[in-house]
């Protein structure tokens, strides 16, 4: 049937399975925006208060669920606004897709009112990036996106539009969605027997879990895999999830805010076998130091990852639930006493714990949090101490149940990933843990949750600091305080009420579980203030270009 | 080409708008070092050939190749021989050419089977083909004559024998 590039794109997002988009429009979108109108039954648009937000959004609807996530917005400041979201995306791997209006096919290259070359821009933050100049081309285009976004390792792809493409007249025919086929590369038999060779020889194993190992199937596998060879496991904050942290197999997390018996271990394992990690700076902090004993095995989908940051023995190519299963099927039950004493007494001598004192611990209300939510709840955060005590404090138990910026760390994501991940889990409990400062970042996007009638709850353990910052001034630079301070005054409590949100405010221990059950019962967008201590620190910590090994922790 | 590091990658890509700031966007922002980098269509209008020059140890060189897979773009990538490779680079190059020193620089031109392409009252412009050593040689010796100008058209080249490296292992 002919029809117009706008109603073609709106024709291959519901071929694609889209439900829900986010975005905000503008002249270089006003067709598209007039074809989505008429297709509102089968796709829902969510209007956000920013762009930035609706990047953030589709992502954490991505996240939360496993789809693709779909944002658009209008050319230049619109698609500008997109970018950080874009780049938080790319950096965790998220597949999504960002739709962009443009000027005129003619009126490219002219610095045209709005004109913005955004395909230049995303260029180093997408997997790919497309600009459309027949209207011919849009509906391969946007299949042969949708299938980028999630084949191989996924990611975001951006499609940019002329405005003019979207007028004119072209032929449409359905298509059936192709099969995403997860990985090229079949898992290969004789990489499998090497790696059981240095599965089965190996005396202490240790198991490190990142972002790639957390889905559903790849988390089934992985404690198979965990428990077949009695090996201890440690998760990457965008593992957490992909092993249950209530097993006792479970270490905690790895890496500058590891737990010593994870950081431990890494330091004296004889074979760390990476499922779905990238080594960032982030979890090897000291490269040299790194694992100094061990073997490594590495598994991945993306072959820039083998020997990138760390030079590994063996590697596997492909999909991670594919390569742990072939390992399942082969893989011997291993014995395995005095590692796993060894471990076990680490985790009795060095448990994470806090000092007790000092008012309301934000480390309580995370306890709380996990406790009346049985560990089934979403949990998005924004980027800082709230973000860490939450990543080990919160026993994550579940895939997909941590939604965090690990790899960009962007201020400002949590509110807009919640409000995705809760309408693409309508059924979940969606709770936006924050600090004050990256609440205030995106704050504006409660009114998208108010109108949405969005019950997110959101807790500001609210330091009046950007408290990692403050953290580090005080470990490493003197104490010298330098613009880390946010005694602004600021009502978060009104601030909810004013945009029609409900607003507690959290100051004494005794409080905290009254409090969450009422706000859980509100079924509606709530704001929790939490009064905590502007010096409250994230312990362990290993001290920039220090070995994992050599964390700092808290005298308790 | 593995002397000093360097190593001579042929590129196969769709050609498209915007694949060669894909490419070269993407050496900069990993701070991968490139020498010359020449892009050309191939035999199939529908892609093109980019031949770089990098530098840098076996792992970079890994990696280049690696990231440069992961390109959409990009179809095929393959680190030349130098022993079973043609190299080969253009030179164009503008001398000072007094009436008394055109016979010696056109003996020189001869002896590299070079070629004298543009002539006036007082320069002499020469064409020159061969692999970069042969290239620096020629250079070197026209330096006392005085170098107008020089232009270098990066290195381009081939694998020797039947192997293509296009998307179908065939000539295309
Ligand atoms: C967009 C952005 N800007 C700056 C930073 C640097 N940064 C990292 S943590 C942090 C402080 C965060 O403060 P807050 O949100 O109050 O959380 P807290 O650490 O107090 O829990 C800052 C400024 C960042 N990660 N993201």
């Not at chain 1, 039950?333 to 060894?342: F, G, I, N």
Request: aromatic share 6%; charged share 25%.
């Amino acid at each position: 049937m002919k029809l117009t590039g706008a109603e073609i794109i709106v024709k291959c997002l519901i071929e694609q399975g889209v439900d829900t988009i986010f975005g905000y429009p503008g002249g270089a979108v006003l067709n598209i925006y007039d074809a989505l109108s008429k297709y509102q039954k089968e796709i829902r648009h969510i209007l956000t208060s920013h762009e930035q937000g609706a990047a953030h959004a589709a992502d954490g609807y991505a996240r939360a669920t496993g789809k693709v996530g779909v944002c658009l917005a209008t050319s230049g400041p619109g698609a500008t606004n997109l970018v950080t979201g874009i780049a938080t995306a790319y950096m965790d791997s998220v597949p999504m897709v960002a739709i962009t209006g443009n000027v005129n096919l003619s009126l490219l290259g002219k610095d045209s009112f709005q004109e913005v070359d955004i395909a230049g821009i995303t260029m180093p933050i997408t997997k790919h990036n497309f600009i459309i100049r027949d209207v011919n081309e849009l509906a391969p285009v946007f299949r042969r996106a949708f299938k980028i976004a999630q084949e191989g390792r996924p990611g975001p792809v951006l499609i940019d539009i002329p405005k003019d493409i979207t007028a004119q007249i072209a032929e449409y025919v359905y298509h059936e969605p192709e099969q995403i086929i997860k990985s090229k590369n079949r898992v290969n038999n004789r990489d499998i027997q090497d790696a059981l060779a240095l599965l089965e020889t190996c005396q202490r194993p240790l198991i490190c879990a990142g972002g790639g190992a957390n889905s559903y199937g790849a988390a089934e596998e992985l404690l198979t895999f965990a428990e077949t060879l009695q090996a201890p496991v440690t998760c990457t904050l965008m593992g957490l999830g992909a092993f249950p942290a209530t097993h006792p197999l479970y270490t905690g997390m790895i890496g500058m805010h590891g737990t010593k018996t994870s950081n431990f271990a890494a330091t004296q394992c004889d074979l760390l076998i990476a499922i779905g990690a990238r080594f960032s700076n982030r979890v090897v902090s000291n490269a040299k130091r790194f694992a100094p004993e061990a073997q490594i095995l590495h598994i991945d989908i993306d072959p820039a990852e083998i020997n990138k940051n760390i030079r590994c023995q063996k590697a596997i190519i492909g999909d991670v639930t594919e390569v742990l299963q072939a390992l399942n099927s082969k893989l011997a039950k291993s014995k395995r006493d005095e590692w796993l004493k060894q471990i076990n007494d680490w985790k009795e001598r060095f448990p994470l714990k806090y000092n007790q004192e000092n008012g309301l611990k934000p480390h309580y209300v995370i306890e709380k949090i996990y406790e009346l939510t049985g560990g089934d709840a979403i949990i998005a955060t924004e980027v800082g101490q709230h973000q860490i005590w939450t990543a080990q404090f919160y026993k994550f138990t579940k895939p997909r149940t941590l939604i965090s910026s690990g790899g960009l760390g962007t201020m400002g994501f949590g509110l807009g990933a919640s409000i995705g991940a809760k309408l693409g889990n309508p059924d979940k409990l969606v709770i936006n843990i924050a600090g004050d400062g990256s609440f205030r970042m995106n704050c504006i996007e409660l009114a998208t949750a108010v109108e949405y009638n969005l019950p997110i709850i959101i807790v500001i353990l609210n330091n009046h600091a950007l408290g990692m910052v403050r953290q580090w001034q005080d470990l490493f630079y003197d104490k010298r305080f330098a613009q880390s301070d946010l005694n602004r005054g600021t009502d978060f409590v009104k601030l909810a009420e004013a945009y029609g949100a409900i607003g507690f405010n959290l100051t004494r221990t005794e409080e905290v579980e009254d409090v969450l059950k009422k706000a859980i019962a509100a079924n509606k967008t709530v704001v929790i203030n939490c009064e905590i201590d502007r010096d409250e620190k994230v312990f362990p910590i290993v001290p920039p270009g220090e070995a994992i090994e050599d964390l700092i922790t808290e005298e308790v | 080409m593995k002397m000093d590091n360097r190593h001579v990658i042929s590129v196969l890509v769709e050609n498209q708008a915007g694949v060669l700031s894909r490419v070269s966007g993407l050496f900069s922002r990993r701070g991968y070092n490139i020498d010359s980098l020449s892009v050309g269509e191939t035999a199939d209008p529908k892609f093109s050939r980019i031949t770089l020059v990098a530098r840098g140890d076996e792992h970079i060189l890994e990696q280049i190749e690696k990231q440069l897979n992961k390109l959409i773009d990009v179809i095929k990538v393959e680190t030349l021989d130098p022993d079973s490779s043609v190299f080969r680079e253009l030179a164009l190059i503008k001398i000072n050419a007094q009436t008394g020193a055109r016979a010696s620089i056109t003996e020189i031109v001869d002896i590299f089977r070079a070629k004298i392409v543009d002539v006036s009252s007082s320069s002499l412009t020469v064409e020159i083909t061969g692999d970069e050593s042969k290239i620096n040689a020629f250079i070197d010796l026209m330096r006392p004559y005085g170098i107008k100008e020089l232009v270098r058209s990066g290195l381009t080249a081939l694998a020797r024998g039947p192997h293509a490296l296009n998307e179908n292992e065939e000539e295309v």
